[in-house]
């Protein structure tokens, strides 16, 4: 499936959401980007489920994109976009105001394998929820091996980047967190403990 510049794709409720088995080529531009979002007027976080990006996908590509609004499934992994061993390109986007998590991340636990998943020049933000009175929320989830997270920003999360297993390739020297009311509360980088370049 392809989408053109400006296309704006609104999500009904929690249990909408979007498969990809094959190719999703979403590419828009500075001053066209391609929307996915909630179907409300006043949106909020969790009003619509998730983009999911499946082991038979390939090739797909996120490009000037602004992912919002999303990460409410009443089941599987609250999160607005989810790719699971599966190569994909986000670039020059935006992922801000999901519940819970911005993008998980399952990956293989092969390191002889080259990243599959690149993410370069994304914006990710305020992607948390609350739970029983206390804060949780991850702007980056990454389970494995095989992605590349570079020249990209992190904030007003719970974690910035949360390394629950694998060796990612993360250019840190690239990347930027929030300070001040855009910090991320608890740390920057979780990985066996908080790192915070």
Known sequence: MTLEPGAILKFYDRDSKLTVNGTLTAIGDASNKIVFTSFKDNPQPGDWGKIYFGQTSTGSELNNVIVS????????????????QSD?????SIVENNKHTGL???????????????????????????????????????????????????????YGIFVNSGEPSLETDSLTFGTGNEANTICNIYKSGCINP
């Open 69 to 84: 609004y999303g990460g409410g499934c009443s089941f599987g992994t609250m999160t607005a976009l989810e790719v699971k």
């Open 104 to 158: 998980y991340f399952i990956g293989t636990n092969s390191s002889s394998s080259s990243a599959a998943t690149v993410i370069d020049n994304v914006q990710f933000s305020n992607n948390k929820r609350l739970l029983n009175g206390n804060q949780e929320g991850f702007n980056l989830w990454i389970d494995g091996n095989n992605i590349s997270v570079k020249n990209s920003s992190f904030k007003n999360g719970v």
């Open 88 to 92: 994909i390109a986000i670039k020059n």
